[in-house]
């Protein structure tokens, strides 16, 4: 049999089958995985091969995980090396962000679109609780829009309590299978709910103390809705360390940058200090945003944001 993973609770897996049902399963036996050194060799959106379990009712066991088409993967935690692959065979991946109750850093955003450059997913930030900004905090948005387009990124400003970007949203979705991530309230789960009512995302409050979120959902998990759109839910995601990249290949995850690569003087130009560097010149005249930059030299610096 063949199925695709839905959910992993870090011993079992769910696996849906094509013909709609939902298999209990354990990786057992020599599997032939992949050579990435991970804490999870089966991800969700994994196409795998499945035995049934004759012991047990609604058991099986997964003996291969079918190739990649992409997938989205970080260091989740600062103390180790590990690499988690967040979710497989995407159509694209939206983060929820928001500029305040909570903030999303530029630095996160930067950090989850350069891994979705790099690893071909396409991108999306979706600016959420535009209602709470004021004038100025709606013209600081205007300009970070802008800096995000520049960077091929699919940017949507909205409130998961109105209509007009969430419309556009749906629409992106419609049919596909996306990743949503975002740190806990920045309101993901009442997207969730107002563009796809079936899916049923639990609504937390956010807590007074941190204004962090509380944690309501621990796993993956990908929800079938109808026209096959498939949402892989993530929880609430507060750690994205950028995994494994050679630093002059750093600068090509940075598609504002790519035009200006080959004018650099130098083959191996880290565009740092080096002179008749066309990056740093192109900073100069504005044509790169700053924020970016920055973002640029703290992932080529390994600094990882974990907040
Ligand atoms: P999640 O942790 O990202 O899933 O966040 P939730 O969907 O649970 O939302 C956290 C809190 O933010 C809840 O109290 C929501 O009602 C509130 N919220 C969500 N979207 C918006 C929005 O666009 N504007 C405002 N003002 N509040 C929102
Ligand atoms: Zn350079």
Redesign the pocket.
Known sequence: MEGTVTKSTGSWYHVLTDDGKVWMARTRGKMRLTDLDTSNPVAVGDRVELKEDPNYPDTASISQVFHRQNYLIRRANKLSSRRQILASNLDGAAL?A?LT?PRTSLGFIDRFILTCEAYHVPALVFF?????LGERGEAVINDIKDIYRNANVTVLL?????GKALASFSALLQGKRWLLA????????????AVFPQAN??????SEHHNK?????TFAEMFTLEDNTQIIDTP?IRDFGVVDFEPTEISQYFPEMRPYLSRCKFNDCLHTHEPDCAVIAAIEKGEIADERYQSYLGILNNEDIFE
Do not use: F, P, R
């Not at 959420?128 to 709470?132: S, V």
């Not at 309230?185 to 969730?192: D, Q, Y």
């Not at 995302?201 to 956010?206: L, T, Y």
């Not at 979120?213 to 959902?217: A, I, K, R």
């Open positions: 929820i928001s109750s959420n609780k535009m209602d709470l909205g409130s998961a309590k109105e975002g740190h806990s309230g920045v309101g993901k789960s009442t997207l969730l709910n995302a639990k609504v937390g409050k956010i979120g509380q944690h309501t959902t609430g």
